[in-house]
């Protein structure tokens, strides 16, 4: 049993916890570039540079003195968002849909004080949100509008889009969708919906949550196949580029769709995770190996891009990613 | 395979080899025994020469226990009396001699020999020296009747053999069993051919003499059975023999379980001059040791393992520390394996470790129990100061106070009903209990408190295996007498980094993917 199905995983190329560490994570990923993504105000400040769009920062408080400009910075009708710099997982993030009766209202509806938010800064600055416990920085910035077109699959929260990418070629893709269950947060582990989307054309196609295959969202109970995220090049070049910006090999890139400013790079990811093989039933394997192989040809962003949807649209035309059986 | 998987590999290699290297030494040669609380039989050898001086110059010779044999003897002692002793190697075997003289002995004079050993077993091999150290020789070089009838009686054997194997045991058994195809006429043969040695002697000289001439290298080795304590103990002979590089040992009406060998060749074993009425007698007793001590003795060459890979010559309050210590690793060992090959979550990296620990001084189940309820007050409390919203290393500092108040009201209660608990938590370690609670509160936080209570509890599952790997009697022996499997455990766990398969748990996970 236990060896039948190792046998099967390793067919569909599923690559386990170990395997991302070693093979991509540690091979790929020098430690002295491990900065330009851990601390996401660099990685801001780096794709600024190069022009990827990323949410407008209305401040950073670094220590008690930085506190008291915390009320000029919360001055946004449409909301902020509260994150640490090094968080990691979507911890100790705090979005603000805005002002509510002299206090400020949260995304999930609840009304907080200013003391709370203090109190939320406080703990971010003290380090109980970074890797290692080390202090930390506060960023507020710009809250997303998210696109309408993921509306009737998603619930409360902001949906966005995981990008796998091998050497600055995109290899596999998942929209994350927030329910009532992860309280309106994308991070699969709460709960979020997890979508496979097909890197040749952006459709989404098979979904999971809790690494269970599900078709219809579970709080909307609308299909969550067949959805056309829009700006599909755009979101792909970004992903593509972030390479050039950052030189880490194996990247998880986080895009998320504005309303009204397009797609927008939310953070990268030096370890993604790998549930996304469940979301697009299939293995990572054997996409890895043919990014591997467009990455040899050092192309620019555009082209690797182009080189990585054909490779993904000739695939999927001779091997459909493994269905369920009819009796299974 | 990458160079860095090569790399990983070679060290790996080179840590176990090590590991085990000097693990086998004190297992194989040193005989250190693997079960804790091990016993040995030590003999204690006692050669007493008595003898009346005759006011001349004296000289009593004996032969010690000889020192090629790879065996343990130990606390050579001699008892002089007035006589000067000297010590001798023979030249060409590897006999050691002590020789006792006195210029004008008189009356009744004692003379003793002690040692320790436990002996070999019949198949300990034969020194490397004696390998092929002899050339073919015929005997009876001044009678030449007798080598005419050993030549024909040995070209008989030889006729008779298909190889040196057939051969020495065909003429093992002619010489000590009379089974001759011929009857009687073998028989005689062996007759005329047998020395005036005394009757065991002279068949192992003919066997010798016989293989000797074949290019068999052979010798007769004296020695006693090490089978029961007595006084006036038999000294035995056999015969040795080296075929193909094998160890061969030959001994007349059977073998011994136990033996020690104590010198070659055909000579008596004590030898005097200028003395009267020579009484020589060998004793024998046993004595039960712990093995352990036995092995630490195992003489000069062994000093460097002894020394270094032992903890023995430490100050004893050292080493109960060290006896603690080093079974740490067996629980990481254990922890790595539980990580990374069944895919076990817990709260933080080395915590369970770390608790498992702390249970040595709870014993499990109370640890279990006390550990639970502690962290149950911990995280109620935990959630209350989330309310004040105070800073963390505060908040931190507040959860270390009540979990050290808890244990103080534990101990008070426990104190009437039952002291054992009450003395044991005194040494919980409260700022682990601290840690787990603020990563199990962030994670309940965060996540679900179901992720929480699941890593909690496989946080607990995992102390407790740890904790009964750590205290296994076996375990604690092992790595306190052998602190070289340091080593080996470094090599697995350096093989177990580069393990890049799927774990247990990943198997359930991606069930989906497996049909």
């Known amino acids: 049993m236990v060896f039948r199905s190792i046998a099967a995983l390793k067919r569909n190329g599923v690559i386990g916890i170990n395997e991302r560490n070693i093979r991509y994570v540690n091979h790929l990923n020098p430690r002295k ?39 000029d910075m919360m001055q946004h009708a449409g909301g902020f968002v509260i994150k640490p710099a090094q968080g990691s997982q979507g911890k100790g993030i705090m979005v603000i849909d805005g002002p509510l009766k002299g206090g400020w209202r949260l995304a999930n509806g609840r009304r907080v004080e200013i003391d709370e938010i203090r109190f939320q800064i406080n703990n971010i600055l003290s380090g109980m949100y970074s890797l290692g416990g080390q202090p930390d920085k506060a960023l507020i910035e710009y809250r997303v509008k998210f696109d309408d077109v993921f509306g009737a699959i998603s619930f409360k929260g902001v949906p966005d889009i995981r990008v796998i990418v091998l050497k600055g070629v995109p290899a596999f893709a998942m929209l994350r969708l927030p329910t009532a269950e ?26 999971m949550q809790f690494d269970q295959l599900i078709e219809l969202h579970p709080d909307t109970a609308h ?3 067949g959805v056309q995220t829009p700006h599909w090049d755009d979101i792909l070049l970004m992903a593509a580029r972030s390479y050039d910006v950052t030189g880490l090999g194996y990247v998880g890139v986080d895009v998320v769709l504005d309303r009204e400013k397009g797609p927008m790079l939310l953070e990268l990811n030096a370890r993604p995770g790998i549930s996304i093989q469940i979301a697009n039933r299939k293995g990572l394997r054997f996409a890895l190996d043919r990014a591997e192989a467009i ?3 050092n192309l620019n962003a555009p082209a690797r891009v182009a080189e990585a949807k054909k490779a993904a649209g000739e695939h999927d035309a001779d091997a459909a990613p493994c269905e369920p059986d009819a009796n299974g | 395979m990458t160079s860095s998987m090569r790399r990983a590999w070679v060290l790996a290699a080179i840590l176990i080899a090590l590991g085990l290297g000097v693990f086998l030494i004190k297992t194989v040669r040193m005989h250190f025994p693997l079960a804790p609380n091990a016993v040995a039989t030590i003999w204690d050898y006692e050669v007493y020469l008595e003898f009346d001086g005759r006011d001349e110059p004296a000289r009593v010779e004996i032969y010690l226990p000889a020192n090629d044999v790879k065996r343990i003897f130990s606390q050579e002692e001699f008892y002089n009396g007035p006589f000067g002793l000297s010590l001798t190697d023979e030249a060409g075997t590897a006999n050691r001699k002590a020789t006792w003289t006195y210029r004008f002995p008189s009356n009744k004079k004692v003379l003793r020999f002690t040692a320790q050993t436990i002996g070999e077993t019949p198949s300990t091999p034969l020194p490397e020296t004696f390998t092929g150290s002899e050339t073919e020789e015929l005997p009876f070089e001044e009678d030449n009747l007798k080598r005419q009838a050993f030549i024909v009686w040995a070209a008989d054997m030889r006729r008779r053999s298909a190889d040196d194997k057939s051969f020495a045991d065909l003429t093992l058994a002619e010489i000590f069993e009379g089974r001759g195809p011929g009857g009687d006429k073998s028989a005689d043969e062996i007759a005329v051919l047998l020395g005036d040695l005394p009757a065991p002697l002279a068949r192992l000289e003919l066997a010798r003499q016989t293989f000797q001439a074949q290019g068999i290298p052979a010798r007769i080795a004296n020695g006693v059975y090490l089978a029961e304590a007595r006084r006036r103990v038999e000294l035995r002979h056999w015969l040795e ?22 010198w070659y060749g055909a000579d008596d074993l004590v030898a005097d001059s200028g003395v009267d009425e020579m009484e020589y007698q060998i004793s024998l007793q046993a004595r039960r ?15 460097f393992i002894n020394h270094w890979f032992s903890f023995n010559d430490l100050p004893l309050t050292t080493q109960l520390v060290y006896k603690v210590l080093v079974t740490i690793p067996v629980g990481i060992l254990i922890l790595v394996f539980l990580r990374q090959f069944i895919g076990f979550k817990t709260l933080g990296t080395f915590m369970p470790v770390l608790i498992g620990i702390a249970f040595r001084e709870t014993a499990l189940v109370n640890g279990l129990i006390l550990f639970t309820a502690l962290i149950a007050l911990g995280l109620g409390v935990r959630f209350y100061l989330e309310r004040l919203q105070l800073l963390l290393v505060p908040r931190l500092a507040v959860v270390v106070v009540f979990i050290v108040m808890s ?15 009450g003395l044991s938590i005194s040494l919980f370690p409260m700022v682990i209990l601290t840690m787990t609670i603020e990563r199990m509160s962030i994670v309940w936080e965060e996540q679900s408190a179901g992720e929480a209570i699941k890593q909690g509890a496989g946080s607990m599952a995992v102390a407790a295996i740890t904790y009964l790997a750590m205290t296994n009697a076996q375990v604690e022996y092992m790595m306190y007498q052998f602190p070289e499997l340091l080593l080996v455990i470094m090599g697995l766990c350096v093989l177990m980094g580069r393990y ?16």
């Open chain 1, 33 to 71: 570039l491990l900065y330009t993504v851990d601390d996401k105000l660099v990685t801001k400040q780096l794709a600024e540079k190069v022009g990827i769009p990323t949410p407008e920062l209305y401040g950073v408080i670094s220590d008690a003195r930085d506190m008291r400009r915390l009320p």
């Open chain 1, 182 to 207: 992860s309280d309106g947060k994308a991070n699969l582990h709460r709960g979020g919906v997890g979508v496979g989307v097909d890197i040749a054309t952006g459709q989404t196609q098979l979904a």
């Open chain 1, 223 to 225: 299909p969550l196949n």
């Open chain 1, 295 to 297: 990455a040899q040809k």
């Open chain 2, 241 to 262: 023999y080296h075929l193909d590089g094998d160890s061969f040992r030959y001994f007349p009406g059977g073998a011994p379980t136990r033996l020690f060998t104590l």
């Open chain 2, 289 to 303: 040791n712990a093995a352990i001590d036995v092995a630490r003795n195992a003489g000069p060459e062994y000093d």
């Open chain 2, 407 to 421: 244990m103080a009201v534990i101990t008070i209660a426990m104190s009437n009903a039952n002291q054992a608990i």
């Open chain 2, 500 to 515: 890049t398969g799927l774990r247990l748990s990943e198997l359930w996970r991606f069930r989906e993917l497996a049909r």
